[in-house]
């Protein structure tokens, strides 16, 4: 039984921590090369996950549904940029927090404002729909093995794209020496627009991806902006190798731990005082294990060399 | 002869492969003008750094008034009488002229950790501070705020303040660095003035200012320290004419 | 010694002498303020209304402490709010009502907080320290969320506001608006004091040039760190003060928003100068009071269902004022004053 609610609970973790790592890939590649922290980069989430309910309402399938909201929340990404951000690159990190704190403070109500407040809910798709049975009689969810598959996929397209082309080749030099690149004659100016728009677009990709799992709702980026945070501040800032192990490490400890504290502090403590301590313990995890990552490393597990 | 006050032992730093400071063994002398010259980009501010606790060092040994100081951090060393000036001018432009050395005499007496009392208008601050800057010539511009003095003034500043911490060894990195004919002669004269009561490792490009001033000079080159010896047999020395006066003169 | 130029003798610095009359109207208003209340006829909302202002100006100083004199941009300062009202709470909850415990517990609490939490956050710089506050309040957050036995998510109504030595007048809404008043000008004096102090010279200049302060012996880390504390310790006592005029306290004290718009009110106000942060939580939270009927009155060409749903959803406005702020209103209010009486 506890076998098999750890096999479960570790793909569950798996694909928490896959979605984190798309989230926190952009993330990392913006703060990484651009020296800016975009505290807004969990509405692009939440944007991903309101334009796939409106997109595969409107045309009636999750596949169109998403055709359309990639570009679209690449758009909107580029958009922010154009308006906002770029404003903001050559301001201090407090300008930028409160900046991008008050485009979040906009688009949560903003959703409200144009879907209302009550949370939307987005049908599996039809071919994905159902279970497999991984392990004798467990059964596991095709959409959440589908959403592990697509993290994956992206996690390698990402790899190549970074170590085997040339703008991956800038984004690298960006992120240890941002004078270098534009001294190179390098349109910076062009090369933060990808990345930018790129990055939203990953997130916004991860936010479609829960939509049929979880309600979308305002405010959903919020949190798991935070943890996103947690991630690329564990893997290093500006590495994407990091990105990607912190985001496994968090999705697996976060889960896990939620479902087994309680169970271990047994052995130490009786039922009652360990369930009551478990389920305290359980959500502070990450950010005990943050604080101790940065206590003996405090650039992260992956600094990026400056 | 006396026992060097600052003593190092094959010092060295490297960024991957390439070694900024290789090998650097030097002593000086208590009271001695020390300069180091050599062409730009062969490691001298890198080796400030290393002095200072700036930077840390990959290998060697940094001794200090008898102390092994090697890993110190930099408050620590300034505390046992190392002071730097920087190259590119570091200051607290917010601050008045009189308060930016009124800070490094306060780091040198007393506590710090007081949360009463106007630190502003304390003469045991402001006095001592005052006198430093008389020392560097700007008395006069006390009350300015160092972000508004002009680049030599800001030179001089640097020099009153690392005076302030009360050094036995004062490291100056340029000095001289871009200010104008007055104020690098007014500058000069500061620096004679100091010779002697303080031990002084100068860094500097203006060859008139270093052969004027030091009593020794090192030349340094990719790195490596080719000789130490008086300015006139420094002068002399073949090694460094091809090395490194040559190189200028041909430029 | 022949000098080039005289030898001046140390000038009397004229500034901080200079007594600023800013604060001075501003707590004078406050003081005021609970007689107009009462002439006002809606005396209940007026005072708990300025109430709230207080110990959110209370809170958004300890914050320019830090934020505005050191540079530390703290995002995970409501944790310290949380700690002094959970400190009330869970206090009165086992029958220990008086504040002159319930006090010294929270302030207690927050200065271990922040030892703790600040020792391991300025090991770190820039966005690091950023993110790594904003954590450790997560942290708290969700730990709060999870003491069931003090109402978990939904937090717990108190049973009494604070006693103080036994005597029950904080019932008394004016009262406690006397209180709140006296703990905001008391840390105002106490950071008033801090910043002109030898200590506060070095936490400025840490935050002017850390490099150059290393230079001449400083070790930032143990300046920063007492700011830190001291600074929690005073959001701390805000906490106390908001526990006790809600009545209530609930996880909702300490989310990462409210650390945000502590920030917010801040910079809104004018960095670095204390009365700018109290000026800057009002304003705000004046905002706040009033955008709705504000956004209703200025939307009137609108339709009818567009109208209302602006109205509901008011908060969408402090989005685009604070983006402007930022891009725009450099110095907040304070700059906007100062720029004023220069002509």
């Given at each position: 039984m506890t076998a098999t609610l750890l096999l479960i609970q570790t793909l569950n973790g798996l694909q928490f921590g896959l979605i984190l790592f798309l989230i926190a890939a952009g993330l990392t590649l913006v703060f990484g090369v651009m020296d800016f922290i975009n505290l807004a980069h969990g509405v692009q989430y939440m944007i991903g996950a309101y334009l796939i309910a409106a997109f595969s309402a409107w045309t009636g399938s999750f596949g169109w549904g998403l055709v359309l909201a990639l570009p679209t929340a690449l758009a909107f990404g580029l958009l922010l940029e154009v308006l906002i951000f770029r404003h903001l690159y050559e301001r201090d990190h407090l300008d930028q927090v409160l900046a991008t704190f008050g485009v979040i403070l906009f688009l949560n109500q903003g959703v409200k404002f144009v879907w209302g407040a009550a949370p939307l809910s987005v049908p599996v798709p039809e071919i994905l729909s159902g279970s497999v049975e991984?392990?004798?009689g467990l059964l596991y969810p095709v959409y959440r093995l589908a959403i592990i598959a697509a993290g994956l996929l992206v996690a390698a397209l990402l790899y190549v794209l970074v170590n085997y082309t040339r703008v991956g080749m800038l984004v690298r030099a960006g992120a240890t020496n941002p004078q270098m690149v534009s001294a190179l004659g390098v349109n910076i100016k062009r090369l933060f627009m990808i990345v930018f728009g790129f990055g939203a677009m990953l997130a916004g990709f991860a936010g479609a991806m829960v939509a049929p799992i979880l309600s979308v709702q305002p405010g959903m980026g919020d949190n798991i902006l935070i943890l996103a945070f947690v991630v690329i501040v564990i893997g290093g800032i500006g590495s994407i190798r990091g990105a990607f192990l912190a985001a496994l490490l968090i999705g697996l400890v976060d889960t896990i731990g939620r479902s087994f504290a309680p169970n271990l502090l047994r052995l130490v403590l009786d039922p009652s005082a360990a369930s009551q301590t478990g389920r305290a313990i359980a959500p502070m995890l990450i950010y005990i294990f943050m604080a101790a990552v940065l206590f003996f490393r405090p650039s992260g597990l992956f600094p990026v060399k400056r | 002869m006396a026992e060097p006050l600052l003593e190092l032992r094959s010092l060295r730093k490297a960024y991957g492969a390439l070694?900024?400071?290789?090998?650097v063994s030097l002593s000086i002398r208590p009271g001695e003008l020390h300069a180091i010259i050599g062409p730009n980009g062969a490691g001298k501010t890198t080796l400030i750094h290393q002095i200072s606790g700036m930077l840390p060092s990959d290998s060697g040994q940094i001794l200090f008034d008898g102390e092994n100081?090697?890993?110190?951090s930099m408050p620590q060393r300034v505390r046992r009488g190392l002071a730097r000036s920087f190259q590119i001018t570091s200051i607290l432009?917010?601050?008045?002229a009189l308060e930016n050395v009124a800070l490094a005499v306060q780091a040198r007496h007393?506590?710090?950790?007081?949360?009463?009392?106007n630190a502003a208008q304390e003469q045991a601050l402001n006095e001592p501070a005052m006198q430093h800057l008389n020392t560097v010539g700007l008395g006069g511009r006390a009350?300015?705020?160092?972000?508004?003095?002009s680049h030599g003034e800001k030179r001089q500043l640097e020099l009153a303040i690392a005076l302030a911490t009360e050094p036995k060894l004062l490291l100056l990195?340029?000095?001289?660095?871009?200010?104008g004919h007055e104020e690098s002669l007014r500058v000069v004269e500061t620096l004679r003035r100091l010779k002697g009561r303080i031990t002084i490792v100068l860094i500097e490009h203006d060859m008139d200012a270093v052969f004027s001033l030091a009593d020794r000079v090192s030349v340094v080159v990719y790195g490596r320290v080719i000789a130490t010896d008086t300015p006139e047999s420094v002068r002399a020395n073949e090694d460094v004419r091809t090395a490194y006066l040559g190189e200028e003169e041909t430029v | 010694m022949t000098e080039l130029t005289g030898t001046q003798t140390a000038p009397?610095?004229?500034?901080?002498m200079r007594i600023d009359i800013i604060p001075i109207i501003l707590f004078a208003a406050f003081a005021a303020a609970p007689l107009l209340a009462s002439a006002s006829g809606a005396e209940g909302y007026v005072l708990s209304l300025l109430t709230r202002v207080m110990i959110f100006g209370l809170a958004a100083m300890s914050l320019d402490l830090i934020l505005g004199y050191?540079?530390?941009?703290?995002?995970?300062?409501?944790a310290f709010l949380g700690i002094g009202a959970y400190a009330v709470g869970i206090l009165a909850s086992h029958g220990v009502e008086d504040a002159l415990i319930q006090i010294p517990v929270a302030l207690a609490a927050s200065a271990l907080f922040a030892l703790a939490t600040g020792a391991i956050s300025l090991r770190t710089k820039g966005v690091y320290f950023i993110m790594i506050t904003l954590a450790f309040a997560q942290m708290l957050f969700f730990l709060a969320t999870s003491l069931g036995p003090y109402g978990g998510d939904d937090g717990m109504t108190l049973p009494t506001r604070s006693l103080v030595a036994g005597a029950g007048?904080?019932?008394n809404d004016y009262a406690f608006y006397a209180a709140t008043l006296l703990c905001l000008i008391g840390a105002y004096l106490l950071s008033r004091a801090i910043v002109t102090s030898r200590f506060g010279r070095v936490l400025r200049g840490t935050k002017e040039n850390a490099v150059r302060m290393e230079a001449i012996g400083f070790q930032p880390f143990r300046f920063q760190l007492a700011a830190y504390v001291v600074s929690g310790m005073i959001a701390g006592l805000a906490g106390c003060l908001m526990a006790n005029q809600a009545e209530f306290i609930s996880?909702?004290?300490?989310t990462w928003q409210r650390s945000g718009e502590l920030i917010f009110m801040v910079v809104l106000g004018g960095l670095?100068?204390?009365h700018g942060a109290i000026i800057g939580a009002a304003a705000f939270l004046l905002l706040e009071e009033f955008l709705p009927e504000m956004l209703h009155a200025a939307s009137f060409f609108l339709n009818d269902d567009v109208r209302w749903r602006l109205t509901e959803n008011w908060q969408m406005a402090f989005g685009p004022i604070l983006i402007l702020i930022v891009l725009f209103?450099?110095?907040g209010i304070m700059g906007v004053l100062r720029r004023g009486s220069h002509g």
């Open positions: 991984i392990a004798d | 070694a900024v400071t290789d090998d100081v090697t890993h110190l432009p917010g601050f008045s007393g506590s710090s950790f007081r949360f009463f009392g009350s300015i705020p160092a972000g508004l003095l990195d340029e000095p001289l660095a871009g200010t | 009397a610095p004229s500034s901080g050191g540079a530390l941009v703290s995002f995970g300062h409501a007048f904080l019932e996880p909702a004290f300490m670095g100068s204390l209103a450099r110095g």
